[in-house]
């Protein structure tokens, strides 16, 4: 539970850097914000590994920037849902917003930890292992 408010926190926050930097993306109300936010979480773990698999081969042919495209028609999707409460008018400014919210919640997550230890990159000698240590190395 507490990792859940965690995200949601840190989806909200990130909402909330969108909805200041992106023109087109805003919201009435704080609560407006929180349920957006909510909202996007929610299909962001149900509808986009689906839509994931679906455009498989656009996201493969154009090494994974599709995604971009993915992020921002939820986020759309998200503003034609809650229409006069949370108002994304056009699908750049979904596109736009969905970068900002992916950028910022992805690194409001490794500044509180939420992922996982980030790969150490060690320089030694040749064929000698790395002194103390857990996780992994990667030998320069």
Do not use: H
């Amino acid at each position: 539970m507490k990792r859940f408010l965690q995200q949601w926190l840190i989806g909200t926050l990130a909402v909330l850097v969108a909805v200041y930097l992106v023109p087109g993306v805003r919201y009435q109300e704080a609560l407006d914000l929180m349920v957006a936010s909510l909202l996007l979480g929610i299909l962001n773990a149900v509808v986009r590994p689906v839509l994931v698999v679906l455009s498989l081969p656009l996201v493969l042919v154009t090494l994974g920037l599709f995604m971009l495209v993915i992020n921002g028609a939820l986020l759309w999707f998200v503003g034609w849902l809650m229409a006069p409460r949370f108002i994304v008018e056009d699908f750049w400014a979904a596109f736009w917003g969905a970068l900002v919210i992916s950028v910022t919640s992805g690194l409001l997550a490794r500044l509180t930890g939420l992922r996982g230890d980030p790969v150490v990159v060690r320089r030694t000698r040749w064929g000698k292992p790395p002194a103390g240590g857990s996780g992994p190395v990667i030998d320069v």
